[in-house]
């Protein structure tokens, strides 16, 4: 089976643009999450989509957003980058709800916000 | 918040020796993942344990849970430089809405 992949993996974007990422889940999975690393913070939990549905949500700002689709592909999105963003993000996809199974990891997007 | 916290931050070995991470939580727990990161890529799943077990091999890898004093171990026996990654326990955790919360790591550095 194919793994989890992320597009693009680079991306550099200045202060107040927006930016999409994207996320291809293992064939099966139905639950993707995304994941926010850095430096400072570690790794952060975004939010968690099942079944086209956001389950969970972490604890960031509304400039944060996401969605999945019919097929489990999700996509993020983040409006009116700030410095701060500049990260590396991840998504995981499992079978069932994220925290019940294993998750598997994406190689992630890192993101730079000049 | 991070709900797991591991320890050291940091363990530099030579190769062939073990390695020995620790994992401390705050909340009680429906399991417990360790997860392994090379130099800024994607993480990769080792081990889970639940609540109800007390120790889980794989490999090279042992893992083992303590829930009366919210702790768990993982230790990696002969290792090679191939380890070296940074290590990260995640619990569910009962106030964590159902997502993984993860530590901040442990950088194993293994030396030839």
């Known amino acids: 089976k194919a793994g989890v992949t992320q597009t693009p993996r680079y991306l550099i974007k200045t202060r107040g643009q927006q930016v999409t990422l994207s996320c291809s889940p293992i064939s099966g999975h139905r639950s993707v999450s995304w994941y926010q690393q850095t430096p400072g913070q570690g790794l952060q939990f975004l939010f968690e989509y099942f079944s086209e549905t956001q389950r969970n949500k972490g604890n960031f700002p509304g400039r944060f957003s996401g969605r999945q689709f019919s097929n489990s592909r999700s996509e993020m999105n983040v409006s009116t980058l700030e410095l701060g963003d500049s990260a590396l993000y991840l998504c995981?996809?499992?079978?069932?709800?994220?925290?019940?199974?294993?998750?598997?990891f994406g190689p992630g997007t890192r993101l730079t916000v000049l | 918040s991070q709900q797991g916290e591991e320890d050291p931050q940091a363990l530099s070995i030579q190769e062939g020796e073990n390695a020995t991470m620790n994992c401390s939580y705050k909340?009680?727990?429906?399991?417990l993942q360790w997860y392994r990161q090379n130099s800024g890529r994607g993480l990769v799943h080792l081990i889970l344990?639940?609540?109800?077990?007390r120790e889980k091999h794989s490999g090279r890898l042992r893992v083992t849970l303590d829930t009366s004093k919210k702790s768990s171990s993982l230790l990696i026996t002969a290792s090679r430089a191939a380890d070296t990654a940074s290590y990260f326990c995640?619990?569910?955790?009962?106030?964590?809405?159902?997502?993984?919360?993860f530590g901040k790591g442990t950088k194993l550095s293994v030396k030839p």
């Open positions: 995981a996809s499992s079978l069932g709800r994220a925290f019940t199974d294993t998750q598997y």
């Open positions: 995640a619990t569910d955790g009962t106030g964590s809405q159902g997502n993984l919360i």
């Open positions: 909340t009680s727990i429906n399991n």
């Open positions: 344990i639940r609540s109800n077990e």
